[in-house]
C-alpha cells in the first residue's frame, strides 16, 4: 500500500512545483534602466530630444511589467537604457565641444572661403531615406538618396554620421527595434559599398519612439517608415 502511496504523492509535488514556478522578472534590466533614469536627469536641457525618447521607453517598459509580458518588457528596458546612454553621450559630446570653442580665440573668416564653397559641387545636405511597410530593402529610390548622401560625405571628409532607424507604430515594441536597427544596417552596408568609410557611419534604432506623423493612417505610417541622418561632432 505504500508503494502505491508514494508515486502518486511525488507526480502531485511534481504538479504544485510546475504551476508555482513564477514567471521570470528581468530584475537585473530593471535596476540597469532604473539607475540609467536617475543618471540622465542632467539631460533634459542638452539632450531634450533623446532624454524624451528613454523616458517614453521607460514608461512602456513599466506597463509592460504591470501586465507580466516580461519578455517584451526586458527588450524596452534594454532599449531606455540604451537611449539614456545616448542623451548622456550628446551632452557630453555637446559640453565637450563648448569647452573648446570657449578655449579659441576667434578667427576671421578667410577671404578664400566662399571661392571654395563655389567649387564644392555636390548636395548640401543629406537626404531622409524611407522604406516600404515591414520592409528593410533599399528601393531604386532609396539607393538614389543614398549616392546623393555618400556624395555630401566624400565632400565632407571627416564628417562622422550617425544612422537612425525608425519604424511606424504597428508591430510589437521588440519587433519595431529590430527593424529599424536592420533599416539603419542596411543603409550603412550601402554607403560602405559607395566608398564610404565604415568608421564613420554609427546605427541607432529608435523603433516607434519619433515619429514624423503619430497619424494613424497609411500617409502617416509611411512617412515613419525611415532612416535619417544625424551628423556628429
Known sequence: ???????????????????????????????????????????????????????????????????????????????????????????????????????????????AKEVEIEKDAGPDRMVTVYFGFNEATLTDESRTALNNNADYLRNHEGQRVQIEGHCDSRGSTEYNLALGERRAMAVRKYLVKLGVNPTRLEIISYGEERPVDPGQSEDAWSQNRRAEFMELR
Open 1 to 111: 500500500m505504500l508503494k502505491r502511496i508514494l508515486p502518486i504523492c511525488s507526480v502531485l509535488a511534481l504538479a504544485v512545483l510546475v504551476a508555482g514556478c513564477p514567471k521570470q522578472i528581468p530584475q537585473p534590466e530593471i535596476d540597469a534602466a532604473e539607475q540609467a533614469m536617475v543618471d540622465i536627469e542632467s539631460t533634459k536641457d542638452c539632450a531634450p530630444e533623446t532624454y524624451q525618447a528613454a523616458k517614453t521607453m521607460m514608461e512602456r517598459a513599466r506597463a509592460l511589467l504591470k501586465e507580466e509580458r516580461y519578455e517584451e518588457a526586458k527588450t524596452a528596458l534594454i532599449a531606455a537604457k540604451r537611449l539614456a546612454e545616448k542623451a548622456q553621450k550628446e551632452c557630453d559630446e555637446k559640453r565637450k565641444a563648448e569647452e573648446e570653442a570657449a578655449r579659441k580665440q576667434p578667427e576671421p573668416e578667410p577671404v
